[in-house]
């Protein structure tokens, strides 16, 4: 089975803290992906990336940045968090480029 | 543009009920489209998919036709459990991307 690991559960951080997500895929997955998912607007892409060392704006990319050093590592980075970053914050994996996505458990992140 | 529009929930069912989880989208081409269900505290699972028009996607007792002449691909289920709870989305892919719709969360009472 595919697994997908996120740092954290849960995190709390205060305005202006710079955050670092984590996200480990166990199944040599080419592309990964980072999204937020916020009550009625279902998950919003902020970026993915197809190859190490490679990354692509999604669809709501301010405010954040991104890495992927090694292949199973993608990791989302706020370099100055805001309240309204406030969300559940998903990884996920797949190894094609319209293939099924596999989700980690999910990092709810509160900005105080 | 590409998006995907699924019907508002909750959705309250007495188990046994027969479930629908109606799904339209708008796309270019031929997506792939996809049920993905997200169970209390857990991140999002495939629950099914199609990825031609007129394919069936089936798991688990849940059904889905990709119907390419009304854009649709709407979740059924002939019996629900109370362990069927959870937030329903529809997906579509066009290369890299997936459009989700907003969710649609089950709720059924015992």
């Known amino acids: 089975d595919v697994k997908v690991t996120q740092s954290s559960r849960y995190l709390v951080k205060r305005t202006g803290e710079k955050v670092f997500l984590e996200c480990v895929q166990d199944?040599?997955?080419?592309?990964m992906f980072w999204y937020r998912q916020d009550p009625g607007l279902g998950l919003r892409l902020i970026y993915f990336?197809?190859?190490?060392?490679?990354?692509e704006k999604g669809d709501i990319p301010e405010g954040y940045s991104v890495s992927r050093e090694k292949k199973e590592r993608f990791s989302l980075i706020l370099e100055s968090a805001s309240t309204n970053q406030t969300s559940m914050y998903l990884c996920?994996?797949?190894?094609?480029?319209?293939?099924?996505?596999?989700f980690g458990p999910g990092t709810r992140l509160t900005v105080l | 543009g590409n998006s995907v529009t699924q019907m508002e929930g909750p959705v309250t069912l007495s188990e046994e009920a027969f479930l629908t989880i109606n799904c339209t989208y708008t796309?270019?081409?031929?997506?792939?489209l996809f049920w993905y269900v997200q169970y209390p505290g857990e991140g999002l699972q495939l629950l099914l998919k199609?990825?031609?028009?007129?394919d069936k996607g089936s798991n688990k007792g849940f059904e889905a036709t990709y119907r390419k002449e009304t854009t649709s691909f709407h979740l059924e289920k002939g019996s629900v459990q109370v362990s069927d709870s959870a937030v329903y989305f529809c997906?579509?892919?066009?290369?890299?991307?997936?459009?989700f719709g907003a969710g649609t969360r089950l709720f059924v009472k015992a």
């Open positions: 796309a270019t081409g031929y997506p792939s």
């Open positions: 996920a994996s797949s190894f094609e480029e319209s293939d099924t996505q596999y």
């Open positions: 199944m040599d997955h080419e592309n």
């Open positions: 997906a579509l892919n066009r290369g890299f991307k997936t459009i």
């Open positions: 990336s197809y190859d190490v060392k490679m990354k």
């Open positions: 199609a990825t031609k028009a007129d």
